[in-house]
């Protein structure tokens, strides 16, 4: 069956645009996971989902970062003001319930800020 | 926060040879993964551990979880050049809603046909 989906695959944006970046989930899956992935770095936790409700925010790095899943699948992770530090690759992940251990990843969208 | 260590940071093998690679950290964790990640691509669960000493295999890949619940390994035997990637392993820690996963840097494999 289909997997994660992402949508821009690439992001180059201006320093200081706002950008929102898609996560399509596996049909099904109810837990959803946002990362971020520096060069040279493993993933870092952004925010979880379960559901429609943000259960754990606690990786999201300030209050220009924002996520939402209104209806319980698709994802948009929103960031205001970007900076050029924003610059990773974003990785959303989701698993079929609320265990998170097996966690299947998308194959994320790529955002420069310039 | 936690820390992974993950070593090495890179390898050169020769095809047919066999691959070892392991994860440190310095609290526990109920649960290990490892991943694999090919360049432009999201991360490829390869084999997940839920029981202190469980050993899985997935084809040529074996992977144990460690009994001090502090460290895991992973091996691959025979590797054959498309097993060229980054390898990460990851790990759930204990407690209700700690359902993110915590990444090591990774381990960057090569091999040589």
């Known amino acids: 069956g289909a997997g994660v989906s992402q949508t821009p695959s690439n992001k180059v944006t201006e320093k200081g645009k706002y950008v929102e970046l898609r996560c399509d989930p596996i049909s099904g899956h109810t837990a959803l996971y946002w990362y971020r992935q520096s060069l040279g770095q493993g993933p870092e936790f952004l925010i979880y989902f379960q559901g429609t409700g943000a259960a754990d925010d606690s990786g999201l790095p300030n209050d220009r970062f924002f996520a939402v899943r209104p209806e319980g699948s698709v994802s948009t992770l929103k960031i205001q003001r970007t900076e050029r530090g924003d610059s990773a690759v974003y990785l959303c992940?989701?698993?079929?319930?609320?265990?998170?251990?097996?966690?299947?990843f998308g194959p994320g969208t790529r955002l420069t800020v310039t | 926060g936690q820390q992974l260590n993950q070593s090495p940071q890179s390898m050169f093998i020769q095809e047919g040879e066999d691959v070892s690679m392991n994860c440190t950290s310095s609290?526990?964790?109920?649960?290990w993964l490892w991943y694999k990640q090919d360049p432009g691509e999201g991360p490829v669960l390869l084999i997940a551990?839920?029981?202190?000493?469980e050993l899985t295999s997935n084809g040529r890949l074996t992977a144990q979880f460690g009994i001090t619940r502090k460290d895991s390994f992973l091996n691959i035997s025979a590797s054959i050049p498309s097993d060229v990637g980054i390898y990460f392993c990851?790990?759930?820690?204990?407690?209700?809603?700690?359902?993110?996963?915590?990444f090591g840097k990774g381990t960057k494999l090569s091999v040589i046909p």
């Open positions: 609290s526990i964790f109920n649960t």
């Open positions: 990851a790990g759930r820690p204990p407690g209700a809603g700690s359902y993110q996963l915590t």
């Open positions: 992940a989701s698993s079929p319930d609320a265990g998170g251990n097996e966690q299947y």
């Open positions: 551990l839920y029981k202190a000493g």
